[in-house]
């Protein structure tokens, strides 16, 4: 049983701060990796992809994959108000796999 | 710019009756996949089907069926509807597969309540 693991919070940040976000996952073969974001009663939006170790950025958001340890994680540095949401981690097993498997995600409260 | 588009968005089934979440992407992947949502239980396949005319399981099937229609159209149906079934189902598409990272679009979700 493939599993991918997330604290479910709430996270709560301060405005301006840098929240930082945690998944990890069972699945040594996991190739690829994505972080997607769902307001409450919307559909999930991919928001980061990753499939090398290290880091990724994109504006404000970053991405880190540590292979070796199972981990990905995400940064959003500057929280904003509209950034509450909950953070969704997926995972792919590789090549010939056409399922993700979620994580049960993580709510982010960024405090104004 | 439709995307992924699903319907009905809302609905209320009493306990064995049957209904077909329709599901229709106007962007030309040829994956389409259908998730369920519960709380606490996060995003679970139901089925996925991996290019027109194939279809397989995914983590949570039973009690459920697909058809894959056309490479559009991905519908999903409730042959006899349990109250284990309420939930929200998202529909998804994908260009090839979720490898190596071709982004997985969702429709806007269809809340299904099962009285």
């Known amino acids: 049983q493939k599993e991918v693991e997330q604290n479910s919070g709430p996270l709560s940040v301060p405005e301006g701060a840098i929240a930082s976000l945690n998944c990890t996952y069972s699945?040594?073969?996991?190739?690829?990796f994505f972080w997607y974001r769902q307001y409450s009663g919307k559909s999930p939006e991919l928001i980061m992809s990753?499939?090398?170790?290290g880091d990724k950025e994109d504006g404000r958001f970053t991405a880190q994959l540590n292979k070796a340890s199972q981990y990905v994680s995400l940064l959003i540095r500057d929280s904003q108000p509209s950034d509450s949401a909950t953070y969704l981690c997926?995972?792919?097993?590789?090549?010939?796999?056409?399922?993700?498997?979620f994580g049960k995600g993580t709510k982010l409260s960024v405090i104004p | 710019n439709a995307g992924v588009t699903q319907t009905p968005k809302f609905q209320v089934l009493k306990t064995g009756q049957s209904m077909t979440l329709q599901c229709a992407q106007d962007?030309?992947?040829?994956?389409m996949y259908w998730y369920r949502q519960d709380p606490g239980m996060g995003l679970r396949l139901i089925y996925y089907?991996?290019?027109?005319?194939?279809?397989d399981k995914g983590e949570v099937p039973n009690g459920y069926n697909v058809s894959r229609l056309n490479k559009r159209e991905f519908s999903l149906r409730l042959e006899s509807a349990a109250p284990s079934q309420t939930s929200v189902y998202f529909c998804?598409?994908?260009?090839?597969?979720?490898?190596?990272?071709?982004?997985?679009?969702f429709g806007e979700g269809s809340w299904l309540t099962v009285v």
């Open positions: 089907s991996a290019s027109e005319g194939t279809t």
């Open positions: 962007m030309n992947h040829n994956s």
């Open positions: 699945d040594r073969v996991s190739q690829s």
């Open positions: 997926a995972v792919n097993s590789g090549a010939g796999s056409y399922q993700l498997t």
């Open positions: 998804a598409s994908s260009e090839v597969s979720a490898w190596p990272g071709n982004t997985i679009y």
């Open positions: 990753i499939y090398s170790n």
